[in-house]
């Protein structure tokens, strides 16, 4: 390695671990032939495999394809599918639209960038409870520290529980992966929300994390599996605008706006 200039060591052919393609002969996948060895596998198996170098058991791929399914919402009015069907109201392609929306995805507030959030305080809680600290303690610290807990409250139905809980929560009890120890860390950080003053439940992303790292995934692949959790619901909002007339998503003439600013200016 070059310590004063470390590209010239990476100069020439491109070296991979984690795969290649071989045209007319075969495809390597984490050192595993695509078409011999995975070309069977689920695709969120293929998926969490390129992300994590491991393979998963069908129980733990079920339980992560419920979080996946739940999610799915079809509809134009949330905010990254709002992208999607506005795109598609233009007469963009499908995978503009699409990778529009998914990058919108990550909102800090319910958003994607959650997810990293929720894991680093549910490891960081989790490791102070093991070392003997009082869980309302931790609690009471990280909202001085930040004046919220990421997977906690809901930007809409503030008051509420989570829709999507009681079915995500039903198929991790069916395989048998309800009782981690970072689910019920996260319930019981919801008990003491909701009994304290702060009156916050536990939303989609604190259950949704919590599965993925006692199935083992780390913060970042928490992140990189919840990516195209949305998908699946922004696909319809795009489709059904392509259909309207051009422009005929959300318009809003001019009239409908109470407008206080500069007036009409030259340019």
Known sequence: MNTENPLISWEGPLRSEVGGCFPGERAVFRGHDLHASLRDADWLDLYLFGITGRRHTP??????????????????????????????????????ALAAALATSEAAIYGRQI???????????QGRIEAGE?????????????????????PVARNAADERIGPILDVA???GLADGKYVRLAFAVEAILLN?????????????????????????ECYLFGFPTFLAGMVPCYIEATQRPQQATLPLRCSSIHYEGPKHRSW
């Open 59 to 96: 129980e733990q791929i079920e339980v992560l394809h419920a979080i996946w399914v739940n999610t799915s919402y079809p509809d134009a009015r949330l905010w990254n599918n709002r992208v999607a069907a506005l795109a598609g109201s233009a007469r963009s392609t499908g995978s503009l």
């Open 115 to 125: 997810d990293i959030a929720v894991a680093d305080f549910l490891e960081r809680a």
């Open 134 to 154: 009082n869980l309302e303690n931790v609690i009471r610290e990280e909202l001085q520290r930040n004046r919220s807990i990421g997977g906690y409250g809901r």
């Open 173 to 175: 009890t069916r395989y």
């Open 196 to 220: 304290g003053r702060w009156r916050m439940r536990m939303n989609y992303a604190a259950l949704a994390v919590a599965l993925a790292l006692d199935i083992g995934l780390s913060p970042q």
